[in-house]
């Protein structure tokens, strides 16, 4: 699907606030209800519109901890890569994984609610995943730009 700069304009305005009504992005974009509710269900169907989600205090995800830690695998066999990402797609303390090109494999980011120890969650949820190496963990100070 071509992106116009109107579909852009769209999708900037539903990433302020997805729950936008579409007569208000027509509003914002100088469309109808109907062509914006049109636009939108396109860039939803064409797979650029992946969904809609709402975006938590961290006071209701626990006061988390944000930890980045990078993972080396034992070898980088499709198999050895394949489960660790299946048991990682498990773990809902991980909010993203990326496999990485440089020192180590993947990069990951969890989020250890105050009421968790990260050691336990070091000790038997990172160190248990299949193929892990090796384990460096980063505690995060504080979010300087947040993803919105």
């Known amino acids: ?3 116009d700069a109107i579909d852009r304009r769209i999708l900037a305005a539903l990433m302020a606030d997805s729950t936008l009504t579409s007569e208000r992005v027509g509003q914002k974009v100088g469309l109808s209800a109907s062509a914006a509710h049109r636009r939108i269900k396109q860039l939803e ?10 975006r938590l205090s961290p006071q209701a995800r ?3 901890t944000t930890v980045f ?3 080396t695998l034992v070898d980088q066999r499709r198999d050895t890569m394949e489960q660790f990402e299946a ?5 809902p303390l991980v909010t993203q994984a990326n496999l990485m090109s440089g020192e180590y494999d993947y990069l990951l980011k969890a989020e250890v609610p105050e009421t968790d120890s990260f050691e336990r969650v070091h000790r038997e949820v990172l160190a ?6 090796r384990l460096v963990t980063h505690f995060s ?7 919105s």
């Open 1 to 3: 699907m071509h992106i």
């Open 45 to 54: 169907d064409a797979g650029i519109i992946l969904g809609y989600g709402a």
């Open 87 to 91: 048991a990682l797609r498990e773990e």
């Open 62 to 64: 626990g006061n988390p």
């Open 141 to 147: 100070l504080r979010s300087v730009i947040v993803e």
């Open 128 to 133: 248990a995943l299949p193929g892990v190496q």
């Open 69 to 71: 830690i990078s993972v």
